[in-house]
């Protein structure tokens, strides 16, 4: 089975291809280029090292995220767009666990943050237990990183992944001491290839393209800006 991942959900623009088990190319770019500019030359690179057309493609995936709002539309609407034109089915793929799937075999708490602003983190919680896939510990939320920590295993190592740590790791060292581990740059990211994964694992969850729609934990910036003007006794 062939499998195009796409990711455009934080910092990272990226796309894999996995072809029976096998990630046979994967390209990630974090530069000044947007998103909209970067995503779709990636998945044509991609498609024409390996060889193929978005028809010879089985199955699509997309990180639905968390994420930024205008980040994780760009790809769902990529992926869903390339699976409606060739008639194949698509799956939405978890960001935090994506980024889980990097930690693979670690023998602690695998803790993903993504920098939600506004004093918030995206966060979970997984460990590996044998299946192939993190196992969740605690479900994907947005919160103020103090309150996740809180809720975090006891007297366990915790290894932190994700664009937050860049913010939020000193204070994460600071409140769990040598319990905290931060992942390497080569880990932290998210990476399309961990997608593929995923997608290949729940190939039997998959949707038509027009069925799947992107993970917000909470509302945008400007639906929130609205409900406030409007709490306040503002007009439209």
Known sequence: MKILAVDTSGPYAGAA?????????????CHGLTHSQTSLPMIEQAL????????????????????????VRIGVCEAKGLAHACGK??????????????AFGFPGVICPI???????????????A????????LPDEALPLSE??????????CLFLGDGLKAHFPAVREALGERAVSAPAS?????????????????????EPMAL?????????????????????GGE
């Open 17 to 29: 291809l996995m072809e029976d088990g096998v990630v046979t190319h994967e390209i990630a770019a």
């Open 114 to 128: 993504l920098d939600a602003r506004r004093s918030q983190v995206y966060c979970a919680a997984f460990r590996f």
């Open 148 to 157: 996740f920590l809180t809720r975090l295993p006891q007297d366990e190592t």
């Open 89 to 102: 089915k698509i799956v939405g793929v978890d960001a935090l666990e994506a980024l889980a799937v990097n």
């Open 130 to 137: 044998g299946s192939g896939l993190p196992e969740r510990v």
């Open 48 to 71: 024409a090292a390996a060889g193929l057309s978005p028809a010879d493609v089985d199955l699509f995936a997309a990180v639905t995220g968390p994420g930024s709002f205008t980040g």
């Open 213 to 233: 729609e992107p993970l917000y934990l909470r509302a945008p910036q400007a639906e929130r800006e609205r409900s406030a003007r409007l709490a306040r006794g």
């Open 187 to 207: 880990m932290a990211y998210l990476r399309a290839a961990s997608a593929c994964v995923i997608a290949e694992r729940r190939a039997g969850e998959a949707v």
